[in-house]
């Protein structure tokens, strides 16, 4: 070949890869300057003060200035910006009381912004415009007071939507058909609102859509083939929805009744022919249906034998291992067996086997992720057994077997966990999720390292807390029970089991109430006999409770606290007044032994004594016998914030018998209550 004719076609062929190089070049260019340099800082920062104008009760954001450095590489000068070497993306502006209609345009200037979370505040106004906001990810809305119907389009090509959480605002018309052609669409919350009319169907999305919640919706019709595998729980409160997963549509009587015309003997002829195969397919269908029956009920003996046996054995392994403080996983994966079995072979509806999530602030994971990671047991309580789980990606829970509620129906308790899970309060251990079986019941909650204030005051630790954090623990605790009797006026009991094993602990010894607001949920006839406030003086007498049963409990956990005495009103069935911690704390008065009354382990109260005494006749007034002598939630709550702490003792000198009360004046001082 010659040579020149070689060296032309190596020219031809190098040209288009060499162009096709250079434009790859130039693309990665155009992007790294987009992605950095897409706008000034000042034009960001005008974007910003925009959109916070648009709003109101914005004191929070008071520290946004114009004079500010927005981002210090990944550290936020501004609150509520999210910063990633230098560049926002993304605004976390939560539980601030903003009120007023979001301008959510005015952060076009944002190129790189991938999330916003307006989250718990009282935003209202229409659902504001995100056209503008192209690589948005992340849309978090829920807790506010959004209305009105969403434009159609409202979702159109923003294709790199994955999450958007509208849940419990104000939503009235269509769901908008727009979000089902967001092809990367994997969590969409729509709960809680007044949407109306049918599910659009979400085959464009229904590869990537993983959760959807439109509970207590005003939707109606069947539910799309694409969302017939998701959770029952995420399309209850709908009235007039139908189909897979929920109960099956009414087949509409529209099959026609043949050409009335023909008639003849050919028509009859027809007619019978045709009655005769329906005939048959009814017998098939008959037989095929008994011997399925006859097979179920075999298996369902067949397995409940089985369970019956395990459960035996699960209920011996746990008291034995009940003082344990770890357990192997394969021993933690063979006690969750139960579920994780269900899940892959229960085939009856409305029992699936996956988690249902109450709050939207929260990774998601799955059942099977939960079941299969490595696990501790934490205890064995009233309940049942307590397990720490780690998940995949490293997160610490905490699920609660609980097997007394078996006597409530699913949608009862799904609709209890939910407005459970719309509790939020600083001194309230939130639920994370649940799962529901008709046997036994998980419920997910986050894991805090301190434990429970019972092992704090009754364990073996180094050091016993001192009277400032016992206060501090108490006043938390005493709000976060007015915090349930406020937002639960409907519930008898509140909080109905609170005590020293259902405080928990963070890390800073702020206090958190657990278990709270399950007498609804648990079997009428085991509650007298778990719960602590079924333990009152008044149940005893009168086989009735009240919500002051809850201010009793609240009582016993404060002279629990004060004097390190472990309540026998927590072992015993029912209530003795021989045996009260109240009692004894009263006939310790009235023998002058007042010294004796406080726990030896509290520091820190060299200066204290008097608010000390404050605090325990506090505790002695919860105790009343007498209902009408009791103290009211409100009450209580004034009288204990009142308390103080003192002066701090900087050498941390335990109290002792010798020294704690010898300046301290007799009972008559100081009017101790006798009855408790």
Not at 612 to 629: A, P, R, V
Request: with cysteine; net charge neutral; proline share 4%.
């Amino acid at each position: 070949m010659p040579m020149g004719v070689h060296v032309a076609r190596h020219a031809r062929t190098s040209a288009p890869l060499s162009s096709l190089l250079l434009l790859a070049l130039v693309s990665i260019h155009l992007s790294f300057v987009g992605v950095v340099f897409s706008a000034s800082p000042s034009s960001q920062a005008d974007g910003l003060l925009k959109f916070r104008d648009s709003m109101n009760k914005t004191s929070a954001l008071s520290g946004w200035s114009a004079s500010m450095k927005i981002c210090a590489n990944d550290v936020a000068n501004w609150n509520g910006v999210l910063c990633l070497k230098g560049i926002i993306w993304g605004l976390k502006l939560e539980n601030l009381g903003l009120t007023g209609s979001p301008n959510l345009d005015a952060l076009d200037s944002l190129t790189n912004l991938r999330t916003i979370s307006l989250m718990n505040n009282n935003l209202g106004g229409p659902l504001p415009s995100i056209r503008k906001l192209r690589v948005l990810k992340s849309l978090y809305l829920t807790n506010n007071r959004f209305s009105g119907s969403i434009p159609d389009d409202a979702f159109s090509g923003m294709n790199s939507l994955k999450k958007i959480y509208l849940g419990n605002n104000e939503f009235t018309g269509k769901i908008p058909s727009s979000l089902s052609t967001l092809p990367n669409l994997s969590d969409l919350r729509l709960q809680g609102n007044q949407f109306q009319g049918g599910i659009p169907e979400f085959s464009q999305s229904q590869r990537e859509i993983k959760i959807i919640n439109l509970s207590n919706n005003e939707l109606e019709g069947p539910i799309p083939e694409s969302l017939q595998k998701m959770d029952p729980s995420s399309f209850t409160g709908n009235k007039n929805l139908c189909g897979p997963p929920l109960g099956e549509c009414n087949a509409s009587d529209d099959a026609s009744s043949g050409d009335e015309g023909s008639g003849g003997k050919d028509g009859s002829i027809a007619a019978s022919t045709g009655s005769e195969k329906q005939l048959s397919v009814l017998k098939i269908a008959l037989i095929v249906l008994v011997v399925g029956i006859l097979l179920g009920i075999i298996a369902a003996l067949l397995i409940l034998f089985y369970w019956k046996k395990r459960n035996l054995q699960v209920e011996r392994d746990s008291s034995a291992l009940e003082d344990t403080n770890t357990m192997p996983t394969t021993y933690v994966a063979e006690k969750m067996a139960p579920v994780a079995v269900e899940k892959e072979g229960t085939k009856k509806r409305g029992e699936y086997g996956k988690l249902s999530f109450v709050r939207d602030d929260v990774e998601m994971f799955d059942l099977q992720d939960m079941l299969t990671s490595a696990a501790e047991v934490l205890g064995s309580g009233t309940f049942g057994a307590s397990y720490k789980t780690v998940i995949s990606s490293g997160r610490n829970l905490v699920v609660k077997r609980y097997k007394q509620m078996n006597n409530v129906g699913r949608e009862f308790f799904i609709e209890h966990m939910r407005r459970i899970g719309r509790l939020q309060h600083p001194h309230l251990l939130s639920l994370v999720a649940f799962y529901y079986r008709k046997e036994e019941k998980l419920l997910v909650t986050e894991f805090f390292e301190k434990t429970s204030l019972a092992s704090h005051i009754h364990g073996n630790h180094t050091q016993g807390l001192d009277w400032q954090t016992r206060l501090k623990i108490i006043k938390g605790v005493v709000k976060g029970l007015a915090y349930l009797h406020k937002e639960l006026p409907s519930i008898v009991l509140p909080h109905g089991h609170l005590k020293s094993s259902n405080v928990l602990l963070d890390s800073s010894f702020e206090p958190l109430l657990s278990d709270y607001a399950l007498r609804p949920v648990i079997n009428p006839d085991q509650a007298h006999l778990l719960l602590v406030a079924y333990k009152s003086p008044e149940y005893a007498k009168t086989g009735k409770i009240t919500k002051k049963a809850d201010i009793w409990s609240l009582g016993i956990l404060i002279l629990e606290l004060l004097t390190g005495k472990f309540p026998e009103n927590y072992l015993r069935p029912g209530y003795d007044s021989k045996t009260s911690i109240s009692t004894w704390v009263n006939e310790m008065v009235k023998e002058k032994r007042t010294s004796e009354l406080f726990d030896e382990d509290m520091g820190g109260a060299k200066n204290s004594k008097s608010e000390m005494i404050n605090l325990l006749k506090i505790g002695l007034s919860c105790c009343e016998e007498d209902l009408d002598s009791r103290m009211e939630l409100k009450e209580v709550v004034e009288k204990i914030e009142q308390v103080k702490e003192g002066d701090h003792d900087d050498d941390q000198d335990h109290l002792s018998e010798g020294y704690a009360f010898s300046s301290i004046g007799t009972e008559d001082e100081y009017s101790f209550s006798r009855n408790g």
